[in-house]
């Protein structure tokens, strides 16, 4: 099955324009956090976060590692007015072009579980490239972390960079007929590989288990350097993610769509 129905047009009610924004966690909304004043929302369900940059109304939440509870995804979706989704966090790159630290924005997303396909909104992604993204063709959204290089420039075969959530985001937001785009910052480049395997630290919700990440980590002390080095360009791209954001979300809600 194949789905690339484009969204043409954004409706704004009013003079605000309704953005969603989601996370695999709250680590890759961090620094952008630190750049607007967010309030955390009192909800009964999922911790959202809100925020007014110019026009457009935001609200941040977080699907989880893999977005693996699709009913809970609807309700972040739709907790309010929605007139346009972001699916955003780091990435994997899978080609030897993009270099750590570059947003890229896709075309289109796609997964390993079904041949079907999902278009970004044409609009949005023209303004996203207007404001600095790399366009490229494909995200691969897979189940389980993609650790070293060999297996990435494999995947490159066939997609540009690699993610968990990308997918799931999208698709959801189409069935609710929601305008929606994926951005990605690269966090990591085809030719290394992850300094460590974490997917045993992540809980059935997605989320990860500091106590078993910090184990992963003592129990390998030689890829300690490595995992500093990580550490440290992961924020660096967060940081280049955020900024991005700034731009991107303030031209939404200047209608320059």
């Known amino acids: 099955m194949r789905d690339t129905d484009r969204h ?3 409706q704004i009610p009013g003079s605000r324009f309704n953005v969603a924004v989601v996370f695999a966690l709250p680590a890759e909304f961090s620094l952008w956090r630190r750049r607007r004043v967010f309030r ?24 989880g590692i893999g977005a693996p509870d699709p009913r ?14 972001i699916v955003a966090g780091a990435a994997g790159g899978l080609k030897p072009r993009y270099r750590r ?30 404001c600095g993204a790399t366009v490229v063709d494909s995200f691969l959204t897979v189940d389980r972390m ?15 960079a690699v993610d968990m959530e990308s997918f799931v985001v999208v698709s959801e937001a189409a069935r609710h007929a929601i305008p929606a785009v ?27 288990s500091a106590q078993r ?3 992963q980590a003592v129990s390998r002390p030689a890829r300690w350097p ?32």
């Open 182 to 208: 994926a951005i990605r910052v690269i966090a990591d480049t085809a030719e290394e590989d992850l300094p460590l395997d974490l997917t045993s630290a992540i809980r059935p919700d997605g989320t990860i």
């Open 213 to 215: 990440a910090a184990l």
């Open 226 to 257: 490595a995992l500093v080095r990580a550490g440290l360009s992961y924020r660096r791209a967060l940081g280049e993610l955020a900024r991005f954001l700034d731009r991107f979300v303030s031209s939404l809600g200047s209608g320059a769509l």
């Open 146 to 160: 993609v650790l070293h290089a060999g297996e990435k420039m494999a995947l490159g075969r066939d997609a540009d």
């Open 72 to 85: 809970r995804l609807a309700e972040t979706l739709l907790a309010g007015p929605a007139d346009a989704v």
């Open 8 to 10: 043409s047009e954004l």
């Open 101 to 130: 630290g570059e947003v890229v924005v896709a075309t289109r997303v796609k997964t390993t579980a079904s041949s079907r396909l999902v278009a970004a909104d044409d609009r949005m992604l023209a303004l996203a490239s207007q």
């Open 40 to 63: 955390c929302a009192r909800t009964p369900g999922p911790q959202i976060y809100e925020a007014g940059i110019g026009r457009a109304a935001l609200r941040v939440a977080f699907s």
